[in-house]
């Protein structure tokens, strides 16, 4: 109710003053600082009368000779003696039926209540907190509704807002335009686009996440064709090679079609033999079928001259035409540089046919055989880390530690061999070796050299034949990888044991049994002479 300014509300219009015409009171405002509990502002000392002036609407006027009136008695007051500004009176609230008796700022304020105990008088002015700013009118109260074409009611209230605000002293809010006709079809035709542009694009992404993908009919239209399916490709990479060959009419529905096979998660890599324009079911039933496809497996510890006669037989192509293209090419089949310019090798591929499964079948050339064999190989060492772990393991480099594996591939019996296997090796290579005088002394070594796998070898035969792959003649490590080891026995080569082992026997052909002198190791070779001749 109080603040800078006094009462600052309007009383509502009407013929008559609010009080009946009756002169107001108003008390001489006291000395600053003269303020007491016996007399306070507003109720005590000389009283003005001020007349009531009314338009021909019974509203009230500004006085101009009252504003000056007001102010001169402000001065005499001594509030301020830095001197007063005028201010023009405030509009009242429209909502304050006794805020419409205009008062210059800083005046005397009349007392609008019958007596002088109906409200408690006003603070000193040091005392006074600053009247708020008025709320802003909401933004809807200004705005017509989207369609409204504006007039009538709503454009006297829109002028009575402005008059308001111009009476206060503040600048005219500018009135929103209007909304025509043509601007709400404007409105309207672009929504209208834009619903229209979306519903067509929300149906595209319909067809293409929900909607039937395209599919082929029938079981192929008598075309053949081969496709290779390498390891590790998932199901969207299949069907999208079977729609490149021209199989299947969309990578999609291939994949639905696999999905909704109770087998279609025993889908192998391979080669398989189809035609063209299958249906996605169809296509995905041939391949579960071994019709489809003959994988050639190539098993861990094969060496290179059995490999190279397989993938003849699966080429239909003349016996040995895959070794020729191996000796003749392999540098440019896909080794890795730590596996070229090695001495002495009887074949440089050795080790670099990695045991898995490979799609061969007629039609390939060996060239294109071998290099993915080399390529699955390289791919296998890289992922174990042999280039980094070599050095630590007391070897020349990976080449070394694939021959180590080679090894433990060969005299192992049994996964769980190959850790102690590839301690035994490391024992005897070490210099100052006790027990072997530096030699690995492997059966297998020399069966490598002569291409055979026998187990009854005499020391004499073994100790006499001269040849850097044979380490009972030889010592240290042979030239080269002996066979193509699988990844349990690298593993082995690249973690050994550390107990001491030197010695291993192999008891009944699946199993192997390590000791730590040679003492040891004759007892275990008299138990199994003495078996042999039992039998």
Same mark, same amino acid.
């Given at each position: 109710?109080?603040?800078?300014? @006094?009462?600052?509300?309007?009383?509502?219009?009407?013929?008559?003053?609010?009080?009946?015409?009756?002169?107001?009171?108003?008390?001489?405002?006291?000395?600053?600082?003269?303020?007491?509990?016996?007399?306070?502002?507003?109720?005590?000392?000389?009283?003005?009368?001020?007349?009531?002036?009314?338009?021909?609407?019974?509203?009230?006027?500004?006085?101009?000779?009252?504003?000056?009136?007001?102010?001169?008695?402000?001065?005499?007051?001594?509030?301020?003696?830095?001197?007063?500004?005028?201010?023009?009176?405030?509009?009242?609230?429209?909502?304050?039926?006794?805020?419409?008796?205009?008062?210059?700022?800083?005046?005397?304020?009349?007392?609008?209540?019958?007596?002088?105990?109906?409200?408690?008088?006003?603070?000193?002015?040091?005392?006074?907190?600053?009247?708020?700013?008025?709320?802003?009118?909401?933004?809807?109260?200004?705005?017509?509704?989207?369609?409204?074409?504006?007039?009538?009611?709503?454009?006297?209230?829109?002028?009575?807002?402005?008059?308001?605000?111009?009476?206060?002293?503040?600048?005219?809010?500018?009135?929103?335009?209007?909304?025509?006709?043509?601007?709400?079809?404007?409105?309207?035709?672009?929504?209208?686009?834009?619903?229209?542009?979306?519903?067509?694009?929300?149906?595209?992404?319909?067809?293409?996440?929900?909607?039937?993908?395209?599919?082929?009919?029938?079981?192929?239209?008598?075309?053949?064709?081969?496709?290779?399916?390498?390891? @590790?490709?998932?199901?969207?990479?299949?069907?999208?090679?079977?729609?490149?060959?021209?199989?299947?009419?969309?990578?999609?529905?291939?994949?639905?079609?696999?999905?909704?096979?109770?087998?279609?998660?025993?889908?192998?890599?391979?080669?398989?033999?189809?035609?063209?324009?299958?249906?996605?079911?169809?296509?995905?039933?041939?391949?579960?079928?071994?019709?489809?496809?003959?994988?050639?497996?190539?098993?861990?510890?094969?060496?290179?001259?059995?490999?190279?006669?397989?993938?003849?037989?699966?080429?239909?192509?003349?016996?040995?035409?895959?070794?020729?293209?191996?000796?003749?090419?392999?540098?440019?089949?896909?080794?890795?540089?730590?596996?070229?310019?090695?001495?002495?090798?009887?074949?440089?591929?050795?080790?670099?046919?990695?045991?898995?499964?490979?799609?061969?079948?007629?039609?390939?050339?060996?060239?294109?055989?071998?290099?993915?064999?080399?390529?699955?190989?390289?791919?296998?060492?890289?992922?174990?880390?042999?280039?980094?772990?070599?050095?630590?393991?007391?070897?020349?480099?990976?080449?070394?530690?694939?021959?180590?594996?080679?090894?433990?591939?060969?005299?192992?019996?049994?996964?769980?061999?190959?850790?102690?296997?590839?301690?035994?090796?490391?024992?005897?290579?070490?210099?100052?070796?006790?027990?072997?005088?530096?030699?690995?002394?492997?059966?297998?070594?020399?069966?490598?050299?002569?291409?055979?796998?026998?187990?009854?070898?005499?020391?004499?035969?073994?100790?006499?034949?001269?040849?850097?792959?044979?380490?009972?003649?030889?010592?240290?490590?042979?030239? @080269?990888?002996?066979?193509?080891?699988?990844?349990?026995?690298?593993?082995?080569?690249?973690?050994?044991?550390?107990?001491?082992?030197?010695?291993?026997?192999?008891?009944?052909?699946?199993?192997?049994?390590?000791?730590?002198?040679?003492?040891?190791?004759?007892?275990?070779?008299?138990?199994?002479?003495?078996?042999?001749?039992?039998?």
């Amino acid at each position: 109710m109080y603040g800078d300014g @006094g009462w600052g509300r309007q009383a509502q219009a009407g013929p008559q003053s609010p009080y009946g015409g009756q002169p107001q009171h108003h008390p001489q405002a006291p000395q600053h600082g003269d303020w007491s509990q016996e007399q306070q502002p507003g109720y005590g000392g000389q009283q003005h009368q001020y007349p009531d002036y009314q338009d021909g609407a019974g509203r009230p006027e500004y006085d101009q000779g009252f504003a000056h009136q007001t102010q001169q008695q402000f001065h005499q007051g001594g509030w301020d003696a830095t001197g007063t500004h005028g201010h023009v009176p405030y509009a009242a609230d429209p909502g304050d039926p006794y805020g419409q008796q205009p008062v210059a700022y800083g005046a005397e304020q009349p007392d609008f209540y019958p007596t002088e105990d109906a409200y408690p008088p006003p603070e000193p002015p040091g005392r006074r907190q600053p009247e708020p700013e008025p709320e802003p009118e909401a933004a809807g109260e200004e705005e017509h509704a989207f369609f409204a074409g504006g007039g009538g009611e709503d454009d006297e209230e829109e002028h009575e807002l402005q008059s308001r605000r111009e009476r206060r002293g503040k600048k005219p809010v500018k009135s929103k335009k209007r909304r025509t006709g043509c601007a709400c079809m404007v409105v309207v035709l672009v929504f209208g686009g834009g619903l229209g542009g979306v519903g067509y694009f929300g149906y595209k992404f319909y067809q293409t996440r929900f909607g039937a993908a395209p599919d082929y009919a029938g079981s192929g239209n008598g075309q053949h064709v081969t496709v290779t399916i390498n390891k @590790g490709d998932g199901g969207w990479a299949i069907g999208q090679k079977l729609k490149d060959a021209g199989v299947v009419e969309s990578a999609a529905a291939f994949v639905s079609a696999l999905q909704a096979n109770p087998e279609g998660k025993s889908l192998q890599d391979g080669v398989y033999t189809l035609e063209k324009e299958m249906s996605a079911a169809s296509a995905v039933e041939l391949m579960l079928s071994p019709k489809s496809r003959s994988n050639l497996i190539i098993a861990e510890g094969r060496r290179n001259a059995e490999i190279y006669g397989l993938i003849d037989k699966r080429l239909e192509v003349p016996a040995g035409t895959t070794a020729r293209v191996a000796k003749k090419d392999y540098k440019h089949l896909g080794l890795p540089a730590w596996a070229l310019n090695h001495p002495n090798l009887k074949d440089p591929l050795e080790g670099f046919l990695y045991p898995s499964s490979y799609g061969v079948t007629k039609g390939q050339k060996p060239e294109a055989v071998l290099r993915t064999m080399v390529a699955q190989a390289t791919a296998k060492y890289q992922e174990l880390g042999l280039e980094k772990k070599a050095e630590a393991l007391g070897l020349d480099g990976p080449w070394q530690l694939l021959t180590v594996a080679s090894l433990v591939q060969a005299e192992g019996t049994s996964h769980d061999d190959f850790r102690k296997m590839a301690e035994v090796v490391y024992n005897r290579l070490k210099p100052g070796n006790p027990q072997t005088a530096g030699r690995l002394e492997f059966d297998s070594t020399y069966n490598y050299v002569k291409n055979q796998s026998k187990l009854d070898l005499s020391i004499a035969e073994l100790r006499r034949y001269n040849n850097s792959y044979n380490t009972y003649y030889s010592k240290g490590l042979p030239p @080269g990888p002996i066979d193509n080891p699988g990844e349990e026995a690298l593993r082995g080569a690249l973690n050994p044991t550390d107990d001491g082992w030197y010695y291993f026997i192999s008891m009944d052909g699946k199993t192997s049994r390590f000791t730590k002198t040679l003492e040891d190791h004759n007892k275990l070779v008299a138990e199994w002479n003495a078996s042999r001749k039992k039998n």
